[in-house]
């Protein structure tokens, strides 16, 4: 494919305008101004159009669109523990499978190319995503406060298995990390082990980390030690890491995730609507700390519109903090996709530049809400919306263009996931 005379965010995140971009086998192969010889296949007119790379979303439970709606106006201790986990009781394997498909697709029409995605009937997700063409990490997420080997539990066996069985499937799209769900959710042998797994694996760990102030204190009264110390001392960050939230970390926290080349997820719409506080974005980015942005689960979002996350992302600590020149769009948006793909283990996208992967989407820039432009850059992380995506590319695959799903049936996806809900609504 070859677009054509459209505007593109270059390898770094500028503005250039009327460049011809070739897309060949998966890869980006050609950018420039001027039009490449040979055959290119598809040519696409970019004029009002922009090209830049796709979302890698740093944190999901892409199967909890189920949940939308469900569960509100509560904390998230109560919100999980009387709303959430009553209803995961009732999940099927084909009950995961609908709500991660319809997952699926409304990433795709966000322009989200890949998935930091921690949750359980994990060959399931995978089946999604394999079936839909798109990218993930995706992890079975471990509580175990049983003493107990870890390999002797369900979780622990399935953890190791679906990472030997799925890892780079489906042409290196998947890639299976491990999880512990957090501290709270899990006694020292489990973490210990899995720690040592991961690294014995060579995977990547996924880790919900303070979260809450709450988890916080009760994880200083159990161990002493705040959540990212804990963590960090049994060899949880040892391996390439995500720590979602972060929301309560002290002095030596940052310290932590810097040394250990640690990658925070910062979840903010999540974090705002569950009240659990605002992610102290402008330090992490003085301390030069490794940054993704994550929506979370729908059921605490309510949506996957990396648009709108990257404008609370970039705008609720300026208030909090008192800080309102501490993050620039261009950070911000370095966030959603580089941050996300390296978070991910994905050192060869996130950036258009040739040799890099075709992960790309197209936004449609003739909106009212997109002029004037003084700086496309700035619009795009505080005026657009994720109803600006015209296309999503996955490996130089197109997989949505203009309201077409081109690898999921939306009809049945919807269709599926209201069953589903109905069907557990029933049960509970």
Not at 42 to 54: F, N
Not at 64 to 72: H, I, P, Q, V
Not at 81 to 101: C, I, M, Q
């Amino acid at each position: 494919m070859l677009f054509s005379n459209i505007t593109i965010l270059d390898e770094n995140l500028d503005v250039q305008e009327n460049m011809y971009v070739k897309v060949e086998e998966k890869k980006i192969t050609y950018i420039g101004k001027e039009k490449p010889e040979g055959e290119s296949g598809r040519e696409y007119d970019g004029k009002g159009k922009l090209l830049m790379s796709g979302f890698f979303n740093g944190h999901a439970h892409s199967t909890m669109t189920l949940l939308r709606g469900y569960a509100e106006n509560m904390n998230l201790q109560d919100w999980l523990f009387t709303k959430v986990f009553p209803y995961e009781d009732h999940l099927s394997s084909e009950r995961v499978y609908a709500g991660t498909a319809l997952s699926l697709a409304e990433s795709l029409s966000f322009g989200i190319v890949s998935t930091s995605d921690m949750y359980f009937f994990c060959d399931d997700m995978v089946a999604a995503y394999v079936d839909s063409h798109s990218k993930g990490n995706i992890c079975r997420s471990v509580s175990i406060m049983d003493d107990v080997p870890l390999l002797d539990t369900a979780p622990g066996k399935e953890s190791k298995e679906w990472f030997e069985r799925f890892n780079g499937c489906a042409e290196g799209k998947i890639l299976f990390d491990m999880s512990i769900h957090s501290e709270y959710t899990n006694c020292d042998r489990t973490v210990i082990e899995l720690a040592a797994l991961t690294e014995e694996l060579g995977a990547g760990m996924q880790v919900h980390v303070s979260e809450t102030k709450k988890e916080v204190d009760e994880c200083k009264e159990r161990h002493g030690k705040t959540p990212v110390k804990y963590l960090a001392d049994f060899g949880v960050f040892d391996s390439r890491a995500i720590a979602a939230h972060c929301v309560w970390l002290e002095e030596e926290d940052y310290k932590i995730l810097k040394d250990k080349n640690v990658f925070v997820a910062a979840n903010p719409v999540s974090n705002l609507k569950l009240a659990s506080g605002v992610c102290n974005i402008p330090r992490m980015l003085e301390e030069g700390i490794n940054l993704s942005i994550g929506t979370d689960g729908v059921s605490s979002n309510n949506n996957l519109d990396m648009f709108e996350e990257m404008k609370v992302f970039a705008t609720a600590p300026k208030m909090y903090y008192n800080m309102p020149a501490a993050i620039t769009a261009k950070e911000t948006l370095r966030a959603a996709t580089i941050g996300g793909a390296l978070a991910q283990g994905r050192e060869d996208t996130g950036l258009m530049k040739e040799g890099y992967r075709a992960d790309l989407m197209v936004l449609d820039l003739n909106g009212p809400h997109m002029h004037p432009i003084h700086s496309l850059v700035d619009n795009l992380v505080y005026s657009a919306s994720g109803r600006d995506v015209l296309m999503t590319m996955v490996d130089g695959e197109v997989l949505y263009e203009n309201g077409e799903y081109k690898t999921i049936d939306i009809e049945k996806a919807i269709y599926d996931c209201e069953k589903a809900n109905a069907d557990i609504i029933a049960e509970l």
